[in-house]
């Protein structure tokens, strides 16, 4: 399975919102995660099941989707959401997409 | 609070051998799937081994099946990479990570280690 995450970098301003994509190259039904990760930390859990938060994530962190296409949607975005997002489906990780600051 | 500190990182030549350890506090280590994933500089994250509960089980991806071996120690919350044959492509930072896993084979990663750097170079 080849997960395809984009856009590969996303500029954006604090308080927009911002739209990640990944598109799963077979059906993975609503089995995926994603993953935020930032500079010089470990990966922490977002998402699971397709549209579950993990313990601790703010209500504007969202994820939808089925089969082979998914979103995580940041409803707003805060100063500390700029970093870079994976999504994940049993050991085969996208390649990430990393957010910036415009 | 559920806790994963990895240790046994370092500088090796190419062809040596590493042995990575995690330690796990806080939960249920007995319980648990446990895997090493792995990030190359400026890269993503691939998944490298995975455990489950009794030692029984181990997968391993492809590039280092027959090179890495992992394992665990249930009695010390103990999870430990073995790794031989080390190349340059091997350099990354190695992340100790519990995995849930479900029905249909659904599985996530709720709790990562800091990371342990492995730099393999001459």
């Known amino acids: 399975i080849v997960l395809t995450q984009s856009p590969a970098t996303l500029s954006l301003s604090p308080g927009e919102r911002a739209t990640l994509s990944c598109r799963a190259s077979q059906s993975v039904g609503s089995y995926l995660a994603w993953y935020q990760q930032k500079p010089g930390q470990a990966p922490r859990l977002l998402i699971y099941d397709a549209s579950d938060r993990a313990t601790g994530v703010p209500p504007r962190f969202s994820g939808s989707g089925s089969g082979t296409d998914f979103t995580l949607t940041i409803r707003s975005l805060e100063p500390e959401d700029f970093a870079v997002y994976y999504c994940?489906?049993?050991?085969?990780f996208g390649g990430g997409t990393r957010m910036e600051i415009k | 609070e559920m806790q994963l500190v990895e240790s046994g990182g370092g500088v090796v030549q190419p062809g040596g051998s590493l042995r990575l350890s995690c330690a796990a506090s806080?939960?249920?280590?007995?319980?648990?799937?446990m895997n090493w994933v792995r990030q190359a500089p400026g890269k993503g994250l691939e998944w490298v081994a995975n455990?489950?509960?009794?030692?029984?089980?181990?997968y391993y991806v492809d590039s280092v099946k027959g090179r890495f071996t992992i394992s665990r120690d249930n009695a010390k919350n103990s999870l430990n990479l073995e790794m031989d044959s080390l190349r340059v492509d091997d350099t990354a930072v190695y992340y100790c990570a519990k995995s849930w896993v479900g029905a249909g084979g659904t599985r996530r990663f709720d709790l990562w280690g800091q990371g342990t750097p492995v730099i393999v170079s001459s």
């Open positions: 994940q489906h049993r050991s085969f």
């Open positions: 455990v489950n509960q009794d030692g029984g089980e181990k």
């Open positions: 806080g939960f249920s280590f007995s319980s648990s799937w």
